[in-house]
């Protein structure tokens, strides 16, 4: 039906306004669908988001545009460019870009315990690899608790501070807390 592929976010756009509408109000729409999702990617390019994350990024502007913008005008805010339709759909980008770049990040929870493990920067070796970290957390000599030694095994596979605590019932600051000490723990040892 297009020359160009669609992301499953304009895919599923494409879905539920061909559902709605006339066959020449498809067309219409699915154009417009297909523009949108164009510039969007090259929104998040120029906003220097990482390529994973364009996919989540178009999802959630459709998402706004569905609640601000009818889809009859979708085309208008693709097509003009002084329009308030296009007004609102930069600003949905940029809510969205601002909210990414805002969002914490998982992090590699081994990266600070790598860097305390490696003083010397005229080292041949990398530092110790996940398993030996997870060796270390482990470890009944570096004095980390039981709960210390969940949340950094946890931390080093990716969940963020407020997911361990949700899976911990745990206050956020708590986990954080926790997370600090064993570091220092680790790092004591290590050293």
């Known amino acids: 039906m297009f020359s160009r592929r669609f992301s499953a976010t ?16 498809e067309v219409k729409e699915s154009r417009a669908i297909e523009s949108i ?4 990617q090259a929104s998040w390019r120029n906003a220097r988001i990482a390529p994973q994350d364009w996919e989540e990024c178009t999802q959630q502007t459709f998402a706004e545009l569905l609640d601000r913008v009818s889809r009859d005008r979708w085309s208008v805010a693709i ?3 002084e329009s308030s339709e296009r007004r609102e ?6 809510r969205i ?23 010397s920067p005229q080292k041949d ?23 210390q030694q969940d ?3 946890r931390w080093i596979d990716g969940d963020t501070v407020a997911e361990i605590a ?7 600051a708590r986990v954080s807390d926790e997370k600090y000490k064993a570091i220092r723990k680790l790092r004591a040892k290590l050293a």
């Open 37 to 40: 999702d164009r510039y969007c």
């Open 125 to 147: 070796t990398d530092g110790p690899n996940l398993d030996d970290v997870r060796q270390a957390i482990s470890s009944p000599d570096t004095g980390l608790s039981a709960r």
């Open 151 to 153: 949340v950094m095994c």
């Open 10 to 25: 304009a895919y599923a756009a494409v879905v539920l306004a061909t559902s709605l509408g006339s066959a020449t109000a």
């Open 89 to 94: 759909l930069n600003r949905s980008i940029w």
């Open 79 to 81: 097509e003009d460019k």
């Open 166 to 172: 949700a899976d911990l019932d745990l206050p956020p």
């Open 97 to 119: 870009a601002q909210r990414w770049r805002r969002a914490p990040r998982p992090r590699h929870g081994s990266t600070e315990l790598l860097a305390a493990q490696s003083p």
